[in-house]
């Protein structure tokens, strides 16, 4: 059968769809963030960034939920860190069942397809109720440190198998221990991959407010301990347009919480690549 164009003139056409996919894509993301950054920061101030809400959120700031944010995605990541990047230490170094490793990645792979209200309810079942730790940082931390275990665990083990043979090849050579290489050469390696993982996941539990709902409490203070209840950024964005208390606060919130993403992303986009020149001996 004759094709009915070139492979010249084929492979131009996937070019041009290839390239409209990404502008299309792209172009959808600038739609977005500009939306909301053209309606939000109007509202940011120092005032509006520095003071507590009054009236349930009517009128004031959003610092309570600034500081509830913070607590939340740093106990996450504590918690988080170490078990997404040990397992995927022991998957790419330790095991060899077949069997276990198949079991693993499906259960990892599962993880991160249940829904985040399931998270939420999970963690009112568990750590709220069953654990009795009640409404607070701490059970919402733990929340989405289950959530972040599977994005950190898959990127982390991508990143650590993909670290070639040689490396671990010279190190043995030179008398190193199984731990040594891991400790002194794999690890530093893959480090750029793995702190793109937990960046990643821990940007997707900054933006979570179904998942913390049901476990930080929704406090409109600010939390002085782990244990005190709090309301995190897209929390309280969720309460103030759901329940029509100030859209325009709304916004604000919305606009700061894609700041704070954004930041976070570049920051550890420009640490990554000075990493990277950095062992590369640039």
Same mark, same amino acid.
């Given at each position: 059968?004759?094709?009915?164009?070139?492979?010249k003139?084929?492979?131009?056409?996937?070019?041009?769809?290839?390239?409209?996919?990404g502008?299309?894509?792209?172009?959808i993301l600038i739609i977005i963030l500009g939306y909301i950054l053209v309606k939000g920061i109007p509202v940011i101030n120092f005032e509006f960034l520095f003071s507590g809400p009054i009236d349930a959120g009517r009128e004031g700031g959003i610092f309570p939920m600034i500081i509830s944010s913070i607590y939340v995605v740093f106990i996450a990541a504590v918690i988080a860190t170490p078990l997404g990047v040990g397992a995927a230490i022991y998957m790419s170094e330790y095991a060899s069942n077949q069997k276990i490793i198949k079991f693993i990645r499906f259960g990892s792979e599962t993880l991160a397809s249940i829904p985040s209200i399931v998270f939420g309810l999970f963690g009112l079942a568990f750590f709220v109720v069953f654990l009795k730790l009640g409404w607070c940082i701490l059970s919402g931390g733990l929340v989405l440190a289950l959530m972040a275990i599977p994005t950190i665990f898959q990127v982390a083990e991508v990143t650590l198998t993909s670290i070639p043979n040689s490396y671990k090849e010279g190190s043995y050579g030179l008398g190193a221990t199984k731990w040594q290489v891991i400790y002194s050469v794999i690890l530093p390696a893959a480090l750029p991959g793995i702190i793109t993982g937990v960046i990643l996941a821990?940007?997707?539990a900054i933006s979570e407010a179904a998942a913390v709902m049901y476990? =930080?409490?929704?406090? /409109?203070? @600010?939390?002085?301990?782990?244990?005190?209840p709090g309301r995190p950024l897209p929390l309280h964005l969720y309460v103030l347009a759901t329940e029509g208390v100030s859209l325009q606060n709304a916004y604000g919130t919305a606009a700061v919480l894609v700041i704070i993403v954004l930041i976070l992303t =570049?920051?550890?986009? /420009?640490? @990554?690549?000075?990493?990277?020149?950095k062992i590369m001996g640039k």
């Open positions: 059968m004759k094709s009915f164009c070139s492979p003139t084929s492979q131009k056409i996937m070019n041009g769809v290839f390239v409209l996919s502008v299309i894509t792209l172009l821990m940007t997707r476990a =930080v409490g929704s406090a /409109l203070t @600010v939390p002085i301990s782990i244990f005190d =570049v920051a550890t986009n /420009l640490i @990554v690549e000075r990493y990277q020149k």
